[in-house]
């Protein structure tokens, strides 16, 4: 696994080439490679810590992995992990993992005794129920994709 530095920011502390790159990444992931229209500017960013994994290079620093944690009562009653991606020049290096690891440990330190909720991609049920997560709905499309809701608890 590549070196990472992990940065975590709240909206109004991103700095702009911050923002764009942590925009880049979500358009290139579930916009482009997933092909899938939907607006990705949801209102929650305002609402959520941002969690940046920047890897090195000798051309500088590239956005390896990032998600967001989203506060309680603003998507679902419980904080909400989401968002969750790893560049591809960074895949299969269990940076998603890795990542998952820092929001589940900051979401027990901002919220302790909360269960996370989460919306997830159906294929992507096994990987979260790795993390801890519960399977605790029906699947449902959201934008053309099968999705299921998670419970972690706490």
């Keep these: 696994m590549p070196r990472v530095d992990w940065q975590w920011r709240r909206f109004a502390e991103l700095s702009p080439a911050e923002l764009y790159a ?13 092909a899938c229209a ?10 959520a810590w941002h969690l940046l994994g920047w890897a090195g290079s000798a051309q500088g620093a590239a956005l390896a992995a990032y998600l967001r944690l989203i506060d309680p009562g603003r998507k679902y009653a419980e904080p909400s992990l989401g968002r969750v991606l790893t560049t591809a020049p960074f895949r299969g290096q269990g940076l998603g993992r ?15 005794g909360r269960a996370l909720r989460i919306g997830a991609q159906q294929r992507l049920e096994r990987f979260y129920a790795e993390q801890g997560f519960r399977t605790d709905s029906a699947p449902y499309l959201e ?10 608890a706490p």
């Design 143 to 152: 934008d053309g994709i099968a999705h299921v809701e998670m419970l972690r």
């Design 22 to 34: 942590l925009l880049a990444a979500r358009a290139a992931v579930f916009v482009v490679e997933q």
């Design 98 to 112: 890795a990542a998952m690891r820092e929001g589940l440990e900051r979401a027990a330190g901002l919220y302790p």
């Design 38 to 47: 939907f607006l990705d500017l949801d209102g929650l960013d305002l609402f």
